[in-house]
């Protein structure tokens, strides 16, 4: 069983910044593709940034583009979720994911094994 734990959420300013940190155990880590989730009150899950176990490569939502970035320290088990120029409506609870086996389709919440706790963002206007 992974458990995935999430942190770096908080409470900061339409256009500030925030780094989510997203912390798995060691071993199957390595080989998973990781993800990052979002969801707002009233609203369905969605999708915001992942990566791949290999090749590096990366996908994100067309409304995080250019604002945000998902990194992977695989040494430390972590994978990272730099956010920038913070909206309010970004503002939502933000979820980690891990996926054991493929990479392709990882913008499907359905696709993923084991997921975080999450952690809130809030973002005043």
């Known amino acids: 069983q992974i458990e995935l734990v999430e942190s770096g959420g908080g409470l900061v300013q339409a256009g500030g910044s925030l780094r989510l940190s997203c912390v798995a155990p060691?071993?199957?880590?390595?080989?998973?593709?990781m993800g990052w989730f979002r969801q707002a009150p009233g609203k369905e899950r969605e999708f915001v940034a992942a990566?791949?176990?290999?090749?590096?490569?990366?996908d994100y939502a067309d409304s995080v583009l250019g604002r945000f970035t998902i990194s992977r320290d695989n040494a430390k088990n972590t994978v990272y979720l730099q956010m920038n120029s913070l909206k309010f409506q970004d503002t939502a609870g933000y979820y980690c994911?891990?996926?054991?086996?493929?990479?392709?389709?990882?913008?499907?919440?359905?696709?993923?094994?084991?997921w975080g706790q999450g952690t809130q963002v809030t973002v005043s206007s």
């Open positions: 060691g071993g199957t880590f390595e080989k998973a593709a």
């Open positions: 994911a891990a996926r054991l086996y493929g990479n392709s389709h990882l913008n499907i919440a359905e696709t993923y094994d084991y």
């Open positions: 990566t791949k176990w290999t090749g590096g490569g990366r």
